[in-house]
């Protein structure tokens, strides 16, 4: 059987790794003074956070027309795939997911196999990448989502933004009463809570620095209780420096981890906000 391998543009793989694995990418929408942009095909990430500063309305995302989708598809079909592993965005920020669940009896000539990653950003690369090297070497279906499903456990993160509004305005923070940034001048601190997995906020710190030493703390916890090899990522919101001046900080305290660099595009990037920054990591799957 010949695999195909799917995800959405929130991954933020890089051109290379798209190439390299075969993956094959669906732009998602995001919209910016009533304009539609197609993430990483109609805007750049730069592009983006400039229009961002100068917008006059709030941005939103939205989903892939229905009938593209199917299209999209089909073609993988007509390129010789007998089925499709579609890993996207969490279900719980997104409707993707769902959609493409009813929608993929409609597919004529390919058998799709929708994949809730339960996160983004490339967490949920390394998840596409992982199964991408694995249709290669020939494993099943079946085989790939338990590999897929075993990874996403391991899975972990703390996202630090400078306020609230931007989750709250997106409806995509469930407890955002409880944490209002902006008013109490402090920075909290979100994640993907393990059962509802949804987006929550956790704890507030006074200042960036503190922040960042808690999720540092958080981090090194879990290094502590598992079993296996932890690969970290620093993402950050059109904020390198500081994201590169962190990654240097966490080489030279755990070089044994492997530590990669990523960031937060247009449609993630709508959400948290400009100058957000995380700390992420799972089992490495290169180990």
Same mark, same amino acid.
């Given at each position: 059987?010949?695999?195909?391998?799917?995800?959405?543009?929130?991954?933020?793989?890089?051109?290379?790794?798209?190439?390299?694995?075969?993956?094959?990418?669906?732009?998602?929408?995001?919209?910016?003074?009533?304009?539609?942009?197609?993430? $990483?095909?109609?805007?750049?990430?730069?592009?983006?956070?400039?229009? &961002?500063?100068?917008?006059?309305?709030?941005?939103?995302? /939205?989903?892939?027309?229905?009938?593209? %989708?199917?299209?999209?598809?089909?073609?993988?079909?007509?390129?010789?795939?007998?089925?499709?592993? /579609?890993?996207? &965005?969490?279900?719980?920020?997104?409707?993707?997911?769902?959609?493409?669940?009813?929608?993929?009896?409609?597919? =004529?000539?390919?058998?799709?196999?929708?994949?809730?990653?339960?996160?983004?950003?490339? %967490?949920? $690369? !390394? %998840?596409?990448?992982?199964?991408?090297?694995?249709?290669?070497?020939?494993?099943?279906?079946?085989?790939?989502?338990?590999?897929?499903?075993?990874?996403? =456990?391991?899975?972990?993160?703390?996202?630090?933004?400078?306020?609230?509004?931007?989750?709250?305005?997106? $409806?995509?923070?469930?407890?955002?009463?409880?944490?209002?940034?902006?008013?109490?001048?402090?920075?909290? %601190?979100?994640?993907?809570? !393990?059962?509802?997995h949804k987006i929550v906020?956790?704890?507030?710190?006074? /200042?960036?620095?503190?922040?960042?030493?808690?999720?540092?703390?958080?981090?090194?916890?879990?290094?502590?209780?598992?079993d296996y090899p932890?690969?970290?990522?620093?993402?950050?919101? !059109?904020?390198? !420096?500081?994201?590169?001046?962190?990654?240097?900080?966490?080489?030279?305290?755990?070089?044994?981890?492997?530590?990669?660099?990523?960031?937060?595009?247009?449609?993630?990037?709508?959400?948290? $906000?400009? =100058?957000?920054?995380?700390?992420?990591?799972?089992?490495?799957?290169?180990?």
């Amino acid at each position: 059987m010949k695999i195909a391998v799917v995800t959405d543009s929130t991954a933020y793989l890089t051109d290379k790794q798209i190439a390299d694995n075969n993956i094959h990418v669906i732009p998602i929408p995001v919209i910016i003074d009533n304009e539609v942009y197609k993430e $990483g095909v109609d805007i750049s990430t730069e592009e983006f956070y400039e229009k &961002l500063k100068k917008s006059k309305t709030f941005p939103s995302t /939205s989903q892939p027309a229905i009938g593209e %989708l199917i299209t999209f598809y089909e073609n993988l079909g007509k390129q010789g795939y007998d089925a499709v592993i /579609s890993i996207h &965005l969490a279900s719980t920020i997104s409707g993707f997911y769902q959609t493409l669940k009813n929608v993929a009896s409609e597919v =004529k000539g390919i058998k799709v196999y929708p994949f809730d990653s339960q996160i983004t950003v490339m %967490l949920m $690369g !390394n %998840l596409a990448l992982k199964a991408a090297r694995m249709a290669k070497a020939g494993a099943s279906v079946e085989e790939i989502f338990t590999e897929l499903e075993a990874l996403r =456990k391991t899975m972990n993160e703390c996202f630090i933004v400078d306020d609230l509004q931007n989750l709250v305005r997106g $409806g995509r923070l469930s407890n955002a009463t409880a944490f209002i940034g902006s008013v109490l001048k402090i920075k909290p %601190l979100l994640t993907f809570d !393990n059962d509802s997995h949804k987006i929550v906020a956790f704890d507030k710190v006074r /200042s960036m620095k503190k922040a960042l030493k808690r999720a540092e703390k958080i981090f090194e916890e879990e290094k502590k209780r598992v079993d296996y090899p932890l690969r970290l990522i620093v993402i950050h919101a !059109n904020d390198l !420096n500081a994201a590169e001046s962190w990654k240097k900080e966490l080489s030279k305290k755990y070089p044994d981890c492997q530590i990669d660099l990523s960031y937060f595009g247009p449609v993630v990037g709508t959400h948290l $906000g400009e =100058k957000a920054i995380a700390l992420a990591w799972m089992r490495d799957i290169d180990k």
